[in-house]
């Protein structure tokens, strides 16, 4: 049954049975005689369920990540903008039916996500010519070292894993071209290991390599497009949002509401960006430190803001501006970008893109203080920028709202 079900096609030609029978059945009309209202719904959901099965395979991909932990929030967006689109519209629907529809679907995903665990993981065939023992105790990935080089990988495999880097025996580079030949896919080991940790191995790298972290030109233009609709689109919670902050921190301490200080931007350019301040005034004068060595100055709305991330609101005005992008590498100040640029090799790639309000190293590492994990940091940064697409873009947004529900990485 699960290696029936773990083709996709079928698995959600399944899935979309079961909604459509559900919701007929859940109908207090006869089969026949439905109500426009309640066929334009079914086909809402059904075209919801279509969508969301699209999506999720797709964001999470990065990382191989769980689908459970992605069904929700992305079913959630997929029927906010359907309801948004169906207002707009004027079209005729019937909210029960959504309702049903929305809670089937959110069932059927969950059940296939557990009943297709098994069947999802990454299985490889791996030459031993490399340490996969990281690699092999990953839970998503399902490694069997070869031992016999006379016969091909069979069709449970999703492909061969190999350090293409290291000197192989005539044998093995046999095997690994019968496999190329026969359009079993090879995969560096590195790429495999870069795709688990969701980082760019910066010992590994290289100035030839660097030419691989050339981000989509196109997405880029079409992410400034995307990212500012959607900045806009969310002002009239926002702007509210923004200005009972703003009356808190000046009830709660005197000084300016809005914090301004130069950070360095794509290309390493500096500019100006805003944050609520969530410190009472430094002095004029004082030196630079990371938020860590500054706890014993923040407010008590700046601890709260800081939490739920309120304090970067401000930097939607940067967005707009061209001077960030939503999601990138976070940008820093001047004085620790000269010292990382001596300290840290290939540090300066980072700017290679705007930077964000939220980033790939954030979700997934947190805040960083000092050389050794700002060096982490960087591996991030470099994964981010080498697989720039919306994709990963999503995948961060879920992951900054999951930051933001939980408060992980604040300072």
Known sequence: MKKILGNSI????????IAMTYMLLTSPYDFGMLPKTVENSIIIC?????????IIPRITRYLLVERKYYILPV?????????????????????????HGFFISI????TLSLLLKEERKLKLAAINNFNFQDLKANKNIQLEELVDFGHLPNEEHDGLVVDLHKKLSVEQARFVADCSINNIPVFHSESIREMVEGKVQTS??????????????IYKGLKRVWESILIIATFPITIPMMLLTAVLIKIENPGPAIFIQERIGQGGKPFKIYKFRSMTVRPKGAESKFATEEQSRVTRVGKMIRKVRIDELPQFFNVIKGEMSLIGPRPEQESFVKQFEEEIPFYGYRHMVKPGITGWA????G????????????????YYIKHLSFWLDMNIVIKTIRTMLTGFGAK
Not at 75 to 99: E, G, Q
Not at 362 to 365: G, I, Y
């Open 10 to 17: 079928i698995a959600h030609g399944l899935g979309l049975i």
């Open 46 to 54: 059904l075209i919801g369920y279509l969508v969301s099965a699209n």
């Open 75 to 99: 079913m959630t967006t997929v029927y906010a903008v359907i309801m948004a689109l169906i207002l707009l519209s004027r079209f005729d629907y019937s909210r029960p039916v959504l309702i």
């Open 107 to 110: 069932l059927i995903f969950y």
């Open 204 to 217: 590994h790298l290289s100035e030839n390599a660097i030419g691989s972290l050339q981000p989509n030109p």
């Open 362 to 365: 954030q979700t997934v590492q």
């Open 367 to 382: 805040y960083t203080d000092d050389t050794e994990s700002t060096t982490e940091k960087l591996s991030h940064d470099l």
